[in-house]
């Protein structure tokens, strides 16, 4: 999600196509993303097996999908929660892929069930309202019963799906023994097997249990942001944009929806409808610093070089580490003509590790030129050619000694 956009420069053609501004503009993926880190510390990649799976599950209950489905590296299988307002399923990706790979893996599949059966139940109290105390985490009694109830939503699945009531209980029998479940989240082993069989018996039935019947009639916001995001990852932007706007008019304060739809504008070029955008969500939450940083991005590109100035200076303000909104902010500083500004943030920028540092080193050699310090230019491009910048080193042979 790295692009690189050039600005004309005094030093004649060449540098057309030198002085570069990272462009990183985030939508909902980057939500994720910190919640992927929040859970587990690793990194997210895409993956169109977690639909089949799903879609497998869902095709035989009559349900909608309600939530996300976000890959999150090196958990154990999946999980259910609730984040933002947003419904997600986190899995892990080779997980997946199992159960996508092997119509008979009917273990992997079950465990899926159950964490759908999550959020069938409405197990998935927000996150955010626990960190936040806003509710109490449920005691140890709660979560059994959730489990019990997502256990017997796993079972109706796999009947529907036409597993065996041995392939139904496999997962139980592995994952949970039958010890004192006194001071434990999980049942015992002998008491979700009885879920998962009464589960199993309703979907042996041809008859939709009403509990799982009337879930999800009514389209929801997060239905509709799902479609929005579908959309966009097939680069239908277009339509994702249609599908973001559906979800702002039934949620007016959805500051992602905002975020995205602003993301796509801004790559189908309408950068005054992106600013619109990213100007709503700062509305919103004035706190958070990337709608700061992509109005920035699309500020620039109608060249309101101070408007970006100004929204740069709140991006690295909310946080001061934020090593691309230097470098980005040093590119607008030498469109001002602000050469010394501009070398301390491209400083600031390789300080903090920006992206592409053989750009930003031979963009600070550049400013130093313009400045009449020839040798701090000459240093700064022997960095940048030794990281295989081009024209760092052709302007070595030509103005070095």
């Not at 503009?25 to 977690?50: E, R």
């Not at 001002?336 to 943030?345: Q, S, T, V």
Request: glycine share 6%; with cysteine.
């Amino acid at each position: 999600m790295i692009k690189l956009f050039y600005i004309c420069t005094v030093k004649k053609i060449l540098f057309a196509v030198l002085l570069v501004s990272v462009f990183k503009s985030y939508s909902q993926s980057s939500d994720q993303i910190k919640l992927c880190f929040a859970m587990q510390g690793n990194s997210f990649s895409t993956d169109n097996m977690a639909d089949q799976a799903l879609n497998k599950i869902l095709s035989v209950t009559g349900l909608s999908k309600r939530f996300v489905l976000a890959p999150c590296s090196e958990i154990s299988n999946c999980l259910a929660i609730s984040y933002k307002g947003i419904r997600y399923i986190l899995f892990d990706k080779e997980f997946m892929k199992q159960i996508s790979s092997s119509g008979s893996n009917w273990t992997n599949l079950s465990i899926l069930a159950h964490e759908v059966g999550h959020h069938i139940n409405g197990h998935t109290i927000d996150v955010v309202m626990y960190s936040d105390e806003v509710v109490d985490r449920p005691d140890l009694e709660s979560f059994r019963k959730m489990e019990l109830e997502a256990d017997e939503f796993s079972g109706f699945v796999m009947a529907k799906l036409g597993a065996s009531l041995e392939q139904a209980t496999a997962a139980v029998m592995i994952m949970s023994n039958d010890d004192d479940d006194t001071y434990s989240t999980h049942p015992k082993r002998s008491k979700r097997i009885k879920s998962i069989k009464a589960g199993y018996a309703n979907g042996s039935t041809q008859v939709i249990p009403k509990k799982y019947e009337t879930v999800n009639k009514r389209v929801s916001v997060e239905q509709i942001f799902n479609m929005a995001e579908n959309k966009k990852n097939q680069n239908d932007y277009v339509g994702a944009i249609n599908a973001y706007s559906r979800a702002i008019s039934m949620k007016p304060d959805y500051s992602y929806a905002y975020n995205n739809r602003g993301f796509l504008k801004y790559q189908l070029k309408d950068f005054r409808g992106a600013i619109s955008d990213y100007s709503t969500v700062i509305k919103i939450d004035p706190t958070y610093p990337v709608p700061y940083y992509n109005r920035g991005l699309a500020k620039s590109k109608i060249k309101d070089f101070n408007g970006a100035l100004i929204d740069y200076n709140n991006a690295i303000k909310l946080k001061p580490d934020y090593a691309i909104a230097y470098n980005n902010r040093g590119n607008v500083k030498f469109n001002l003509k602000n050469y010394r500004g501009a070398i301390m943030d491209y400083s600031y920028a390789i300080k903090f590790k920006s992206k592409g540092p053989s750009k930003i080193f031979t963009n600070r050699g550049v400013s130093k030129e313009l400045i009449g310090d020839l040798k701090g230019a000459c240093k700064d491009w022997s960095v940048a050619a030794r990281l295989g910048n081009r024209n760092a080193q052709k302007w070595i042979l030509e103005q070095c000694k």
